[in-house]
């Protein structure tokens, strides 16, 4: 079965610790690197991890980047998505690729403010028909984004 390891999955400054272990799981998963911007809400320490249950979490290819500027002067990323419910776009309308960067804001802040000016072209939104939802979960959102980006790359080896 085809891998998606060279998609991106960026935590801007996440919060709460249980979801970014989920997200870790997923990119195991999906054989996906995992990059976190700093600041982080939550310690990164072994015994932190422990207690979030994250005991594989040795097998995530993840990167900690000081700040969102440390994190495109080492990585220079080129195709990047932002997964906000500010987002015109809809997530099934992407096009992505081998190399593609899915970027998420943080639980409760969402992005810094100036994200939504400097990169509005490449806003997208995961469609939530229901009424009472402002949002859903981050980790449920990475999911979606990550296994779309996935069914579209592995579709494109197949042809």
């Given at each position: 079965m085809k891998t998606v390891s060279d998609i991106n999955i960026v935590l801007v400054e996440p919060e709460i610790p249980h979801n970014t272990g989920a997200i870790g799981r997923i990119c195991v998963g999906?054989?996906?690197?995992?990059?976190?911007?700093?600041?982080?809400?939550?310690?990164?320490?072994?015994?932190?991890?422990?207690?979030?249950?994250?005991?594989?979490w040795q097998h995530v290819d993840?990167?900690?980047?000081?700040?969102?500027?440390?994190?495109?002067?080492?990585?220079?990323?080129?195709?990047?998505?932002?997964?906000?419910?500010?987002g015109t776009r809809n997530i099934y309308d992407c096009s992505f690729h081998s190399g593609s960067y899915l970027i998420f804001g943080s639980e409760h802040k969402g992005f810094p403010s100036e994200f939504y000016e400097t990169y509005k072209d490449h806003l997208f939104r995961i469609p939530m028909p229901g009424k009472n939802a402002r949002s859903i979960n981050l980790a449920n959102a990475v999911s979606?984004?990550?296994?779309?980006?996935?069914?579209?790359?592995?579709?494109?080896?197949?042809?």
């Open positions: 999906l054989g996906a690197r995992l990059h976190l911007i700093q600041p982080l809400g939550f310690s990164l320490r072994e015994e932190a991890l422990r207690r979030c249950g994250l005991d594989y993840v990167t900690i980047h000081t700040c969102w500027k440390a994190f495109l002067d080492a990585e220079t990323p080129g195709t990047m998505f932002f997964a906000s419910t500010k979606i984004a990550a296994y779309e980006a996935f069914r579209q790359i592995a579709c494109k080896g197949q042809e």
